[in-house]
């Protein structure tokens, strides 16, 4: 099966084939994802990291002719440059690090930031937890989004958690489905997932939890607000925005 490899900041993946189409996800500058189906402008992918399904713009992709790549390095900058065909491309955070080009038949990418870090050696502790997910502060709601361009509330816990070398799926109540439960929130740590439902009990948002009266999240925009046994309140308005169903933690 034929491989691809995206070649600019954000390739949205939508839900069908087209530019109307609802955007589900996102591949990075430098992700690679495998050809399921085709049409005139539009590859249907499945992105070879959490396995999430859509259609990509052809002309944001490229086919890869070599062995594909694998990396643990991540851009640790809030926005930082890759050179692609000799012109720079301003990519996010958490975007995929390459110690050497990566040569296709048409496009070269190449990397020379010092602004990177090792998911490998990531420990996964409160200041370094607070430290990167801060980086996406004030980021904008994006349905689908993954980047500090536009992000959404489990594309945020999935890159930051990426970073930590911590494998989490795509949809929130996919992730809700990973890690070890905790019983009560006064239990909970900087690290755990908060997951919280609507009012038909499917789970439809999640943050990451700084301790147990506090919360980081995209809701709108990537926002620091209180939590308590009920659920979210938000800190400008007092107003409960979030049911709380259930805590997971994934490592310590």
């Given at each position: 099966m034929n491989k691809f490899i995206c070649i600019t900041a954000v390739c949205h993946v939508r839900r069908e084939a087209t530019?109307?189409?609802e955007i589900v996800s996102q591949l990075l500058l430098g992700e690679t994802a495998e050809l399921l189906e085709e049409t005139k402008d539009f590859?249907?992918?499945?992105?070879?990291?959490d396995g999430y399904e859509g259609w990509c713009q052809k002309s944001q992709v490229t086919e890869i002719i070599n062995n594909i790549r694998t990396t643990n390095f991540y851009i640790n900058e809030a926005i930082e440059v890759v050179t692609v065909n000799k012109k720079p491309c301003r990519v996010s955070l958490a975007t995929p690090y390459f110690k050497e080009d990566i040569i296709t038949k048409n496009f070269t990418l190449q990397y020379s930031s010092q602004n990177i870090i090792n998911a490998t050696e990531m420990v996964f502790n409160e200041e370094n937890i607070k430290n990167l997910s801060f980086k996406y502060?004030?980021?904008?709601?994006?349905?689908?989004?993954?980047?500090v361009f536009g992000i959404d509330c489990s594309g945020f816990a999935q890159q930051v958690f990426?970073?930590?070398n911590i494998f989490l799926m795509r949809d929130a109540y996919q992730q809700a489905e990973q890690g070890e439960v905790v019983g009560f929130l006064q239990q909970a740590k900087c690290g755990d997932?908060?997951?919280?439902?609507?009012?038909e009990g499917r789970?439809?948002?999640?943050?990451?939890?700084?301790n147990n009266q506090t919360i980081i999240h995209s809701a709108g925009r990537v926002r620091i607000d209180n939590i308590d046994n009920a659920g979210i309140i938000n800190t400008e308005t007092g107003e409960r925005t979030h049911k709380l169903r259930i805590i997971k933690r994934y490592k310590y």
């Open positions: 530019h109307k189409a590859l249907k992918l499945k992105c070879l990291y502060l004030n980021t904008p709601y994006l349905w689908g989004g993954k980047s990426k970073m930590f997932l908060a997951f919280f439902d609507n009012d789970i439809t948002h999640v943050g990451i939890l700084l």
